[in-house]
């Protein structure tokens, strides 16, 4: 997997590669992404998003095409886990012009940690740090965490946290959160090697100011080699 729920983990599409994303989430907004992998170690993405895709009104759409890059800098072994470079520009909800940034920040230059288990069917172990570039507003650097369990070999339980350090300064005018940190939890479910389903729950300690309770989404993965 690339992310657990919301964070990244330390993983990367193999050589010839694509990925192939969609998420749907409240307000029937719509996230589309495409990734290729090249060299076993390098991975390049754009995404996109819109919200208000089904009902009346006008579409919502994005300002900004959300970028990613990852670089496998060192290989996971049975004794040391994989370290993970990464740039990543698309955050979560609306891109607010105004304060350039989204509802929920991109996550921005990151370095992920990550460690796979085998002595339940499924077990990795991924955190790590980041800088969002919309960092108009507050600059610090955050940390994030998670975890995801294999509970039989087409389903899997994530749990991740991401501590939105550079998005809870009560004194900035366009922070959006309590100062909770985001708790997200979710499932996998594998149809079979290339398409994937998960289904989500973010926010579960109510830290979104503008709109309380819990981010619910359905997202979908197809993942092949050319």
């Not at 060192?74 to 993970?84: H, L, Q, S």
């Not at 980041?130 to 507003?137: A, K, M, P, T």
């Not at 998005?167 to 499932?187: E, H, I, K, Q, W």
């Not at 359905?218 to 993942?223: G, H, L, M, P, R």
């Amino acid at each position: 997997d690339l992310s657990i729920v919301s964070v990244p983990t330390s993983g990367v599409l193999p050589h010839g590669g694509y990925l192939l994303y969609g998420s749907i989430g409240p307000e029937s907004s719509v996230l589309t992404a495409v990734a290729v992998g090249f060299f076993d170690r390098l991975m390049v993405g754009a995404s996109f998003g819109i919200q208000a895709v089904i009902g009346r009104g006008d579409l919502s759409v994005n300002d900004e095409v959300g970028l990613q890059l990852r670089l496998r800098v060192v290989e996971e072994t049975e004794r040391r886990p994989a370290f993970t470079f990464g740039i990543d520009t698309q955050g979560e909800g609306r891109y607010i012009e105004s304060a350039e940034r989204y509802e929920r920040k991109s996550r921005g230059v990151f370095l992920v940690i990550g460690k796979n288990y085998r002595f339940i069917d499924d077990f990795s172990l991924n955190g790590g740090f980041n800088y969002s570039l919309e960092d108009r507003d507050e600059e610090d650097v955050n940390i994030f965490g998670g975890v995801e369990i294999g509970l039989a070999p087409w389903m899997s339980i994530l749990a991740d946290y991401d501590a939105a350090l550079n998005d809870n300064d009560d004194d900035v005018s366009t922070s959006r959160t309590r100062g909770r940190g985001y708790l997200d939890l979710g499932a996998r479910f594998d149809y079979n090697d290339n398409l994937r389903f998960k289904l989500l729950f973010k926010d579960l300690l109510g830290n979104y100011s503008p709109e309380p309770g819990v981010y619910r989404a359905i997202e979908v993965y197809y993942i092949n080699v050319f």
